[in-house]
């Protein structure tokens, strides 16, 4: 079946960094796609989205960048802090009407 | 903004037995969701409910039941459980579906379930 998937389990930054996270996805029928941020014991949190039309979208300090064409996603984060540690998840509407989540990328931060 | 309120945050249940976790919103969403979190996976929407009445099975609707008397509520009831149930349970509301741009999906702070 179709699914999101993530590059890298872990990255680890040293805060004032610059942090790429990176998501793989296989339906080309998505044409939405969102991230999250969840903190240890708390529930996800949307960061930004993008559509795919698009193939950058900037909020503050995060970016995500969409590659149709390897369907792949990144999100951008600029002067990492430590208040950034999380575990950060790609999700894609994959022409459904609900989300398919992948499985996450956790970011540590070190002063 | 008290958002998507979950209740318990914490439970333990032995093999068998039967619970109710709670949830409700106030930000008047027509959109409700229960998803499932296991170690290391992705979110798995157990059910969802696009208004009050109305409720359709996610992709692990085994073992759960859902009911949505109200817009405010939406509780996920597990009967007679089994360690396979053991997860963070989310809920989570939408004004409309959130896989349409500008449908953000607010979710609760999660309950986490053992099944033993």
């Known amino acids: 079946g179709e699914s999101v998937g993530l590059h890298l389990p872990t990255l680890s930054v040293q805060e004032g960094d610059n942090s790429i996270i990176n998501c793989a996805y296989s339906?080309?029928?998505?044409?939405?796609f969102i991230w999250y941020k969840q903190e240890s014991g708390k529930g996800p949190q949307f960061i930004i989205d993008i559509r795919s039309n698009m193939d950058k979208r900037q909020g503050q300090r995060v970016t995500v960048l969409l590659n149709k064409t390897v369907k792949h996603l990144s999100l951008q984060i600029a002067a990492t802090q430590p208040g950034d540690s999380a575990v950060y998840f790609c999700a894609e509407n994959g022409g459904y009407s609900t989300l398919t989540f992948g499985k996450g990328t956790m970011l540590l931060v070190s002063p | 903004n008290a958002g998507v309120t979950q209740t318990p945050k914490f439970r333990i249940l032995k093999i068998g037995q039967s619970m109710t976790l709670q949830c409700t919103q106030d930000?008047?969403?027509?959109?409700m969701y229960w998803y499932r979190q296991d170690p290391g996976m992705g979110l798995k929407l157990i059910y969802y409910s696009v208004g009050a009445g109305i409720t359709d099975k996610g992709e692990v609707p085994n073992g759960y039941n859902v009911s949505r008397s109200t817009t405010e509520d939406f509780p996920l009831r597990l009967e007679l459980a089994a360690p396979s149930q053991t997860s963070v349970y989310f809920c989570a509301s939408s004004y409309g579906w959130a896989t349409d741009s500008g449908n953000t999906i607010y979710f609760g702070e999660g309950s986490w379930l053992t099944v033993v």
């Open positions: 339906n080309s029928a998505s044409d939405y």
């Open positions: 930000m008047n969403h027509n959109y």
